[in-house]
Antibody, heavy 122, light 106 residues
């Protein structure tokens, strides 16, 4: 089974910063596009950000643009989400997810991590 | 941005029922549509991609259809483990928007 393990969640005050990590295999980090998707308590799924397999393209949802940064370190086999200027409405479980490998013409999400909870509260 | 809608938002069904969920995109997305299943307290699970192709290991009672703007997810004979929330997602363009979800309960 594909394994991706998120970490870094916790409680942070409004206006604060937090960095999430998603540990995966070298194959996944180097050959698959990767996403962050979040889910506020009792709500649906919200797509947050994407990084292309080669790191050359990044995309963000409107609600996080300018505040969140997606990146990865292939040598550490890890995906990151740097979150700043956090707001109470950013409170959610954050999931990392992977696309099919770059050579697959579909490019759809096919696997998910278990998620890490971020709570923004004073 | 492409907006995704789903109907119904929730439904009640019994084991053995045939269940159909509809997903609509605000503009044409060809067949760049996925379906995900999520059970309470669990991460989502990928069910279907390319509108109609089952992910490996997904039971054949699940099926998907559609193209352009209108899509359906069908469960031919509902099983106890199928009670969950189902989401569609388009991957034709960024942002990759999800539908609001359809909760299937007893």
């Amino acid at each position: 089974q594909v394994q991706m393990v998120e970490s870094g969640g916790g409680v942070v005050q409004p206006g604060g910063s937090l960095r999430l990590s998603c540990a995966a295999s070298e194959f996944i980090v180097s050959r698959c596009g990767m996403h962050w998707v979040r889910q506020a308590p009792g709500k649906g799924l919200e797509w947050v950000a994407f990084i292309r397999y080669d790191g050359n393209s990044k995309y963000y949802g409107d609600s996080v643009k300018g505040r969140f940064t997606i990146s990865k370190d292939t040598s550490k086999k890890t995906l990151y989400l740097q979150m700043s200027s956090l707001r109470p409405e950013d409170t959610a479980i954050y999931y990392c997810a992977k696309d099919t490998p770059f050579f697959d013409p579909q490019g759809n999400i096919d696997s998910w991590g278990q998620g890490t909870l971020v709570t923004v509260s004073s | 941005d492409i907006q995704m809608t789903q109907s119904p938002s929730s439904l009640s069904a019994s084991v053995g029922d045939r269940v159909t969920i509809t997903c609509r995109a605000s503009q044409g997305i060809s067949t760049y549509l996925s379906w995900f299943q999520q059970k309470p307290g669990k991460a989502p699970k990928s069910l279907i991609y390319a509108a109609s192709t089952l992910q490996s290991g997904v039971p054949s009672r699940f099926s998907g259809s559609g193209s352009g703007t209108d899509f359906t997810l069908t469960i031919s004979s509902l099983q106890p483990e199928d009670f969950a929330t189902y989401y569609c997602q388009q991957y034709n363009a960024y942002p990759r928007t999800f539908g609001p979800g359809t909760k299937v309960d007893i």
